[in-house]
């Protein structure tokens, strides 16, 4: 839920990115993280397993700038991808103001693709929300692999509405900046609602 | 659709500030913060310096949430407070309806003194939070003219 703080002067805004299991949605934050002036951005807090796999959530704190005198903070989180950390999915999805699915292009991993956006949108549900009316963003990343699904077949399946569809290699960086973008300028769009 | 942006005026800011700044004193804490449900912070007072109360508040609401759904398995609605004891510093964390009060203290406090003292300022500070739900947008709301400009000037 957005939280505007007229005494600091502040517009904060949450921003979940979500998908299946080693899908990129830590290589995301981690690529904004190490490519932000470390003014503009908090820590980066992972609460990971000793092998990296996301447990519980990871989040970060972005300043983008001011807008209409008001700073504006995104905090972005990602939730644990692998099936059986449903509870903790619901839990990170709770005042959401925009979601990002992390879509994995490879062939082998559409059925994950296909059940890790029903279980969005069965917890989104579960929480009050709508994906038809959530600012929401469909990240196909991993392009750069060789056995990849074209993105016409993948936007086919996966597209639920009229979303922003971004192509990205989050190993490199390219296109996680133009997901970020898609997804808070929807956000901020919906300020301007009221 | 998001939910109803939450909407803090200076006024009740302050007021906040108060309480909380009270609560510090009486319950002689280090920093004494209240944080929404979701993870963002909306006040904080005392010897802040160094301490990333963002990344505190969203671990502390991450936390609240993780035992909320334990206690519901259990039967329970939620656990109303929690505490984690350190060596030398302490978390008492208190949930207020759909925030919460925390309070960091070390030797110069007590568990129970923390306790009761939050416990007092919960009530008074769940009708301050009352009435900011209530709030709506008015005419006056910067954000009814933002512009798709003012939006890509962030990302320049």
Known sequence: ?194 | MADTPLLLREKQYHQIKAVLARLRMDSAARVVFLVDKDGQEIAAQGEIGNLDTTSLASLAAGNVAATGGMAQLIGEKEFPTLSHEGERESIHISVIGRLLLIVVFDERSSLGLVKLRSRQVSHQLSMMVDEISKAEFDDEEPFGEITDEDIDSLFQ
């Open chain 1, 1 to 194: 839920m957005t939280f505007i703080n007229y005494a600091s002067r502040e517009i904060n805004c949450k921003i979940v990115y979500y998908g299946p299991g080693l899908c990129g949605k830590t290589t995301n934050l981690q690529h904004i993280f190490e490519s932000t002036a470390p003014q503009a951005r908090g820590k980066l807090i992972s609460l990971a397993t000793e092998t990296d796999r996301t447990l519980f959530f990871d989040f970060m704190p972005l300043e983008l700038g001011t807008v209409r005198g008001f700073k504006t903070r995104f905090h972005l989180y990602t939730v644990p991808g692998q099936v059986f950390y449903d509870a903790s999915r619901k839990l990170i999805l709770k005042g959401v103001d925009g979601v990002v699915f992390v879509a994995d292009s490879q062939e082998e991993r559409m059925d994950a693709n296909v059940e890790s956006l029903y279980n969005l949108e069965e917890n989104l549900q579960a929480q009050g929300y709508d994906l038809m009316k959530l600012p929401y963003v469909l990240q196909l990343n991993k392009r750069d692999l060789p056995n990849i699904i074209p993105v016409e077949e993948l936007a086919a399946e996966l597209r639920r509405k009229e979303e922003p569809v971004v192509e990205a290699v989050a190993s490199t960086g390219a296109g996680v900046f133009d997901t970020l973008k898609a997804v808070a300028k929807q956000v901020l769009t919906e300020l301007r609602k009221g």
